[in-house]
């Protein structure tokens, strides 16, 4: 257990749909990342906020959204769902912007 | 962008037998390197991680891995595979050019141990 949550653990919903996903980081950790693993585009960096502030932006989808919240969780909206937005949606703390980064268990999306 | 290639996509070995999973990354810079694990069913765990210094760095469950400069290499290596070792496994990548604080990650190599 890495310390790191998410919510929930799997999640089906059709097109052109909206779902947010819930990450707590580990206590303490101040940076939270967002990654998606897709078996075409492999695990790709999405977001990461630090302290509440966007800090670095990846290959995230306009119809995609993030924040990081007072108590330090964060979510990840998806609008507009599509077929190819299925994937497992990780999310990673670390304790600085630099630091290790330890993975929550995932959120398994099914679009269909 | 910063770029991670893992070469074996599948693996298989017997038990006892020795590993080594290939990594090479694009040229950027300074660069941080990590190999990660993903057991069946779990999270990504971090096997091992390289910054500076010696590079030859141990990490957890007797994996290793070395970091070429010169080659933008990081292999990782284990003398002898147990039936346990059964993952995938992935290289990443931190820093480098357009690189910042995120993970770039290679395609992962799934590796079967048989008994």
């Known amino acids: 257990d890495s310390g790191v949550t998410q919510t929930p653990k799997h999640l089906i919903t059709a097109t052109g749909q909206r779902v947010t996903l819930r990450c707590s980081p580990r206590s303490g950790d101040l940076s939270v990342y967002w990654y998606q693993q897709s078996l075409d585009q492999g695990l790709q960096f999405l977001i990461q906020y630090y302290n509440g502030e966007e800090r670095a932006k990846g290959n995230i989808l306009e119809r995609f959204s993030a924040q990081q919240f007072p108590d330090l969780h964060s979510e990840l909206n998806l609008s507009s769902l599509e077929l190819g937005d299925s994937a497992l949606y990780f999310c990673?703390?670390?304790?600085?912007?630099?630091?290790?980064?330890?993975f929550g268990p995932g959120t398994r999306l099914t679009v269909l | 962008a910063q770029s991670v290639s893992q070469h074996n996509h599948h693996v298989i070995l017997s038990e006892a037998a020795s590993l080594e999973l290939g990594c090479n990354y694009s040229y950027g810079g300074t660069v941080n390197l990590f190999w990660y694990v993903q057991y069946p069913g779990q999270h990504l765990q971090l096997l091992l991680k390289y910054f500076s210094g010696d590079p030859l760095v141990k990490g957890i469950k007797g994996f290793e891995a070395e970091f070429i400069k010169s080659k933008f290499s990081f292999n990782l290596r284990k003398p002898s595979v147990q039936w346990s070792d059964t993952a995938e496994y992935f290289c990443?990548?931190?820093?480098?050019?357009?690189?910042?604080?995120?993970?770039?990650f290679g395609t992962g190599t799934q590796l079967k141990v048989e008994l």
């Open positions: 990443a990548v931190r820093g480098g050019t357009g690189g910042g604080n995120k993970l770039t």
């Open positions: 990673a703390s670390s304790v600085s912007t630099v630091g290790e980064q330890f």
